[in-house]
T-cell receptor, first 113, second 111 residues
Framework: DADVTQTPRNRITKTGKRIMLECSQT?????MYWYRQDPGLGLRLIYY???????NKGEISDGYSVSRQAQAKFSLSLESAIPNQTALYFC????????????FGPGTRLTVT | DAKTTQPPSMDCAEGRAANLPCNHS???????VYWYRQIHSQGPQYIIH???NNETNEMASLIITEDRKSSTLILPHATLRDTAVYYC????????????FGSGTKLNVKP
């Protein structure tokens, strides 16, 4: 089984709808991240969480919110989706020490019409 | 925060070494260089990282210049499966160890 899973893998939604993307990990890492990737570009950090009680905004948090329900679960919500939020979304985890290597999930492709 | 500059694309013949350059001229002394790759639209995959010394693992070698202003990722015997976008990233310890992804280099390995 994959260490980092994301659901759904693909989603099409309409403008104004609320949508939640979910991420689960079995690596036992404290740190979790949400990134967004637009076509032809690198990843940009939306939110990151260093533990269940510690959530921080990244570069592009406007229009997004997150919830860290447990060490293993980190959800990203779009309260009112808009077309320019159409993108590929990745969840990642890392340890708090050592190499800080980030492990990425398979991604969620979100289309807002 | 240190940023990285990479060529947008490179070609490499199958079986030959692929040398991917990265400039990080504003890197600070305690900032690490990481390399990840992304095959198609899959989640990025860790390759290697380093601070000052050259590093080697089963996937690749990382050569960092003495002034640390640039680095090169070397895939010693590129295969078609190495076709991917390669990201050179600086990890910023004083900024919660955040990773800053650039646009990467699309490596095309050709038969």
């Amino acid at each position: 089984d994959a260490d980092v899973t994301q659901t759904p893998r693909n989603r099409i939604t309409k403008t104004g709808k609320r949508i939640m993307l979910e991420c689960s990990q079995t690596k036992g890492h404290d740190r979790m991240y949400w990134y967004r990737q637009d076509p032809g570009l690198g990843l940009r950090l939306i939110y990151y969480s260093f533990d269940v009680k510690d959530i921080n905004k990244g570069e592009i948090s406007d229009g997004y919110s997150v919830s860290r329900q447990a060490q293993a679960k980190f959800s990203l919500s779009l309260e009112s989706a808009i077309p320019n939020q159409t993108a590929l979304y990745f969840c990642a985890t890392s340890e708090a020490t050592g190499s800080y290597e980030q492990y990425f999930g398979p991604g969620t492709r979100l289309t807002v019409t | 925060d240190a940023k990285t500059t990479q060529p947008p694309s490179m070609d490499c013949a199958e079986g030959r070494a692929a040398n991917l350059p990265c400039n990080h001229s504003t890197i600070s002394g305690n900032e690490y260089v990481y390399w990840y790759r992304q095959i198609h639209s899959q989640g990025p995959q860790y390759i290697i990282h380093g601070l000052k010394n050259n590093e080697t693992n089963e996937m690749a070698s990382l050569i960092i210049t003495e002034d640390r202003k640039s680095s090169t990722l070397i895939l010693p015997h590129a295969t078609l499966r190495d076709t991917a976008v390669y990201y050179c990233i600086v990890r910023v310890p004083y900024n919660f160890n955040k990773f800053y992804f650039g646009s990467g280099t699309k490596l095309n390995v050709k038969p």
